[in-house]
């Protein structure tokens, strides 16, 4: 057992009872923008579709010790998305395939983030008033998937996407 992704899970666990699925990662990007003082800009459209919904945790150090539990899930709060500041990404769903569309989504807004800072020139901002119409516009696609599978359908795309490779690589 990992005691640092243990410590960091039972936490969560115990503190939100809809987040029966804990996902944490330590990819490129995910670090990179959490090292950034700015943190996840929400200017693009993975990021601004995450809107709301991103915490920030402060860099501890490693965490092996249960003295942080309080102040991570206090970062975390009733949100779905927490950058732990200079250590990687963090979501919550209630079950795998809706904690999974959360990571993708924010490692694909890290990486966009990334790639656009890399770029020449200035980026282009998002208006607020686009930003603050975001959640209302995700809502009617939420309905229609229904709250308890959010992320089911592109998380069974994933997998098939998954086999296929899989099957290529046996011959």
Known sequence: MNPAGFVIHAA??????D???????????GIAVACKQDGLRSDNFYSAALQGIVAYHAFEGITTGTEEQPRLVASLGEREVLVLRNHGLLTVGPHVPGAFGRMWSVQRA????LATDAAAGPNVPV???????????????????????RGE???EAFLRKARIAYTDLLG
């Open 12 to 17: 969560i666990h115990r503190a939100r009872p």
């Open 19 to 29: 987040a029966h699925c804990v996902m944490h990662t330590h990819t490129t990007a």
């Open 110 to 113: 890290c990486e966009i983030q």
């Open 127 to 149: 208006p607020q008033h686009v930003l603050d119409a975001i959640p209302g516009q995700l809502r009617p696609m939420s309905a229609a998937a229904g709250t308890a599978r």
């Open 153 to 155: 359908l592109p998380f």
